[in-house]
């Protein structure tokens, strides 16, 4: 049974910093792409942030990038997502999804690409 379990979320101040976690289990984790994908209020799911299985490729959105940095831990079966520089609107529910196989690059950036997901885990950033 595949397991994804984010932790870290929380209110924070506008340019303030979180360091969002997601731990796997049930899969080979250290096969598997993952990505981060936010939902806010009234608004589809959109992709974040992804990286490939063997770290060697990564790849965020227009929206987050040079503010967000997505890392992993093969050793440990955990995917973080560092955000500074927080803004109100990137307020939403933040979600890590795992696509596994593939090759040591893929990073799929489609919804419909990821096998698993998480339950989520609230960012709300104030102004």
């Known amino acids: 049974q595949v397991q994804l379990v984010e932790s870290g979320g929380g209110l924070v101040q506008a340019g303030g910093s979180l360091r969002l976690s997601c731990a796997a289990s049930?899969?080979?984790?250290?096969?598997?792409?993952m990505g981060w994908f936010r939902q806010a209020p009234g608004k589809e799911r959109e992709f974040v942030a992804v990286i490939s299985w063997s770290s060697r490729s990564t790849y965020s959105s227009d929206s987050v990038k040079g503010r967000f940095t997505i890392s992993r831990d093969n050793a440990k079966n955990t995917v973080y997502l560092q955000m500074n520089s927080l803004k109100p609107e990137d307020t939403a529910v933040y979600y890590c999804g795992a696509a596994p196989g593939g090759s040591y690059y893929r990073r799929p950036i489609e919804e419909r690409e990821y096998e698993y997901w998480g339950q989520g885990t609230q960012v709300t950033v104030s102004s």
């Open positions: 049930g899969l080979t984790f250290s096969r598997s792409p």
